[in-house]
């Protein structure tokens, strides 16, 4: 009923409008923080003197993807500027770069450059001791997948023994490469490990600092929002208490003939204009909630998240999708969740993934999303939809 090439028409009309100075880089109200890169001056990163010196999770096919360990969170973000001197600095750092406090989990961070700037970063919830050979395998994968010039692994858990299997899996399985730091963190204090991913627990090299970490303040300070813990930031992704219903208005325009189809078209790219200018009524979601439903009106305005607008473009289908009832949530959820992982944001990327799968596990879209997430793709090999 509609026509492809007429919907690519009005997709390119936006591309094209779109303001040319905003930035994949822009900092948002809760997004991770500045994206410029975090930079870990190595010469002075020293040990110096401290001042007290699952079982195995089932695993789902779904669309042709299969995910490892899938009911262990796991976020993956790539690429603030905070300098840091020491191992406790980049432990203190990682809540902005996932946008939450972490706890008991596993970090793996790849560096770039002689500053060694933080690139593509990865965090997994810390598994039991015996499913550190699974989860160490694939986090190695990731780590390979995106080879850098090192990497930096952080154990952020008070279980020692989990983490020191984990990192000596993880350790034994990275490529050829220069192994930055790594270093296991519980509350308190901060341990190393070798460069054969083996501990020496001696005195800890660091004592955490009581207080709000510099990299944090700094964070907050530029705008970033920094949630409790993954939950919280997870519950912005829960449906409102009001959900649009929206079967019959899909229905309506699936029988209609071409023209019904462009009519939606452009009441879309209209809706989604005034949405990404910050605002967002309920007829503006409504609209975007139909297109979101209707194939290749979906496939047009998905065509025009741009590096450049995928922030504002993903901020804008998270707030339709948290309206939208039942199975019909799937798509603005997957459209959601591409707009976050071209932005660089993994873990919201993931959380809308989540969601778009249980509203519609066999979603096609949702289900490309978390394969590139799956298989650690780069944002920026993104060319855009071939025309």
């Not at 976050?340 to 778009?356: C, I, K, T």
Request: with cysteine; aromatic share 6%; hydrophobic share 50%.
């Amino acid at each position: 009923m509609l026509c492809p090439p007429r919907l690519h028409a009005i997709a390119a009309t936006r591309r094209a409008h779109r303001p040319s100075g905003r930035s994949a880089l822009r900092l948002f109200p809760h997004d991770l923080a500045a994206r410029s890169p975090l930079r870990v001056d190595v010469p002075a990163l020293h040990r110096g003197s401290s001042s007290s010196l699952p079982g195995r999770a089932k695993k789902r096919l779904d669309g042709g993807v299969q995910r490892a360990l899938p009911a262990q969170k796991w976020s993956l973000i790539m690429s603030s500027i905070f300098k840091a001197s020491t191992v406790v600095d980049v432990v203190e750092a990682v809540p902005t770069l996932f946008g939450f406090a972490v706890s008991e989990s596993f970090i793996g961070i790849i560096t770039n450059g002689p500053r060694k700037a933080f690139g593509f970063r990865l965090r997994l919830d810390m598994p039991h001791v015996e499913g550190a050979a699974e989860a160490g395998e694939m986090i190695a994968h990731h780590l390979n997948e995106h080879a850098g010039d090192g990497v930096v692994l952080l154990a952020l858990s008070a279980d020692q023994d989990a983490a020191d299997a984990l990192t000596a899996e993880v350790v034994a399985r990275l490529a050829p490469t220069n192994l930055i730091l790594a270093a296991r963190a519980d509350a308190a204090n901060v341990w190393l490990y070798d460069r054969h991913g083996m501990p020496d627990y001696g005195a800890p090299v660091y004592d955490r600092p009581d207080r709000v970490s510099a990299a944090v303040v700094q964070a907050v300070a530029g705008g970033q929002q920094i949630w409790s813990s993954r939950e919280a930031l997870a519950a912005l992704f829960e449906s409102a208490p009001v959900l649009y219903e929206i079967s019959q208005d899909v229905e309506a325009i699936e029988a209609a003939d071409a023209a019904a189809g462009e009519r939606l078209a452009l009441a879309a790219t209209a809706a989604l204009e005034s949405a990404s200018a910050g605002i967002v009524n309920d007829d503006h979601a409504r609209v975007l909630a139909i297109a979101a439903q209707v194939i290749p009106v979906r496939d047009a305005l998905w065509s025009t998240i741009t590096h450049a607008s995928a922030e504002s473009d993903a901020e804008v289908w998270r707030r339709v999708a948290i309206k939208t009832a039942g199975k019909a949530a799937a798509g603005p959820y997957a459209l959601a969740a591409f707009g976050y992982w071209l932005a660089g944001d993994g873990a919201r990327s993931l959380m809308a993934v989540e969601q778009a799968l249980r509203a519609d596990i066999h979603h096609s879209l949702a289900g490309l999303v978390e394969m590139v997430l799956t298989q650690g793709v780069d944002p920026a090999k993104w060319t855009g939809m071939p025309a």
